[in-house]
């Protein structure tokens, strides 16, 4: 355990509670494009192992989705356990329940996360924005896929 001067105040003590592992249950990102076309990523934890599945295409369902799967890959628990680490570190707790937009940028590029942590919901998403270590999270994700 660590303590903060007094000093830092409440500031400090969010800052680091914003930054712990952000351990998750399953995290969804669509990222979409002008072209309607969406690329998919789901990453399920199943208390042993990460499964994670891309999906490029358009698609109405679950069902559908399926036939647009590109690749899944099965990862370890410590792998999941740096994921988590990762997603504290760069503060994507503080993404959760805001949206993002620039409308001086009308390229038609987005995305929308959604993420499950203990049993609740939570979503972000923006158009032309995104929250600041986003592009640290889609390097990493990109990397699982690869």
């Known amino acids: 355990m660590f303590t903060l001067p007094i000093e830092n105040g409440i500031s400090a003590v969010m800052e680091q509670a914003v930054r712990v592992p952000l351990k998750f249950e399953k995290l969804t ?37 399926e036939e647009f799967l590109e690749k899944r890959v099965t990862l370890t628990k410590s792998d999941y356990e740096s994921l988590c680490e990762l997603f504290g570190r ?37 158009s032309n924005s995104w929250p600041e270590g986003y592009n640290e999270f889609i390097k990493r994700l990109e990397a699982i896929f690869d």
Do not use: H, P
């Not at 979409?32 to 358009?58: M, P, T």
């Not at 329940?97 to 923006?126: A, C, I, M, P, Q």
């Open 29 to 65: 990102l669509s990222e979409n494009w002008c072209s309607a076309e969406e690329r998919e990523r789901e990453l399920v934890f199943d208390g042993e192992k990460l499964i994670c599945s891309q999906y490029y295409g358009r698609w109405n369902d679950d069902k559908e989705r």
């Open 90 to 126: 760069i503060g994507m707790r503080e993404w959760l329940g805001k949206s993002y937009s620039n409308s001086d940028v009308l390229d038609g590029e987005g995305f929308n996360l959604s993420l499950t942590e203990n049993g609740k919901r939570y979503w972000s998403g923006g």
